[in-house]
T-cell receptor, first 117, second 109 residues
Framework: GAVVSQHPSRVICKSGTSVKIECRSL??????MFWYRQFPKKSLMLMAT?????????EQGVEKDKFLINHASLTLSTLTVTSAHPEDSSFYIC?????????????FGPGTRLTVT | GENVEQHPSTLSVQEGDSAVIKCTYS??????FPWYKQELGKGPQLIID?????GEKKDQRIAVTLNKTAKHFSLHITETQPEDSAVYFC????????FGQGTELSVKP
């Protein structure tokens, strides 16, 4: 399968600061990348979809000014949590989509555990 | 919007037994049906998928069956092993993946 990496794997930050999470597709060019959020013992919730070189599409209820997404290349997308608060603490997971014939397989990164103190 | 339901939410089996998890979806436009395995503290891993023009797919101990008419697909794991213990998610896709609530599988040695 395809490899997607995330960095950092864990981050602790203070309230009011910003933190950036990187997502990279290591062995394929990802036309589309996705950002998810997952609370303990819950399912994955899609936050936004980003295509290389264009603005991200955010899901309803997700603040685009708080969760800044940049997809500058076909192998890198970043999520910046601005002015973080304790309620932003969560497990953030990215995924990258690789065209495979008529369908698009989606591969997930290992996740980033964000703790805001 | 799309509604995805996964059953059961928890499943406990003895090592060597089979496990079946069912996923029901509402979007008739769904054309891609993956199953993901997520271990604690890690991202989901694609374990098997099926497309809408196929009714069944098997990969060693894992199989997926699809009933498009009834809008459900199932994950079958045979000869379960303790390392199969994890949370499993279905995520049927029409326009985007919609994740089920997850099934926590526990395989007891």
């Amino acid at each position: 399968g395809a490899v997607v990496s995330q960095h950092p794997s864990r981050v602790i930050c203070k309230s009011g600061t910003s933190v950036k999470i990187e997502c990279r597709s290591l062995d394929f060019q990802a036309t589309t990348m996705f950002w998810y959020r997952q609370f303990p013992k819950k399912s994955l919730m899609l936050m936004a979809t980003s295509n290389e070189g264009s603005k991200a599409t955010y899901e309803q209820g997700v603040e685009k000014d708080k969760f800044l997404i940049n997809h500058a290349s076909l192998t890198l997308s970043t999520l910046t949590v601005t002015s973080a608060h304790p309620e932003d603490s969560s497990f953030y997971i990215c995924s990258a989509s690789r065209p495979q014939g008529a369908s698009y397989e989606q591969y997930f990164g290992p996740g980033t555990r964000l703790t805001v103190t | 919007g799309e509604n995805v339901e996964q059953h059961p939410s928890t499943l406990s089996v003895q090592e060597g037994d089979s496990a079946v998890i069912k996923c029901t979806y509402s979007d008739s436009a769904s054309n891609y049906f993956p199953w993901y395995k997520q271990e604690l503290g890690k991202g989901p891993q694609l374990i098997i998928d099926i497309r809408s023009n196929v009714g069944e797919k098997k990969d060693q101990r894992i199989a997926v069956t699809l009933n498009k008419t009834a809008k459900h697909f199932s994950l079958h794991i045979t000869e379960t092993q303790p390392e199969d213990s994890a949370v499993y998610f279905c995520a049927p896709r029409g326009g985007k993946l919609i994740f089920g609530q997850g099934t926590e599988l526990s395989v007891k040695p």
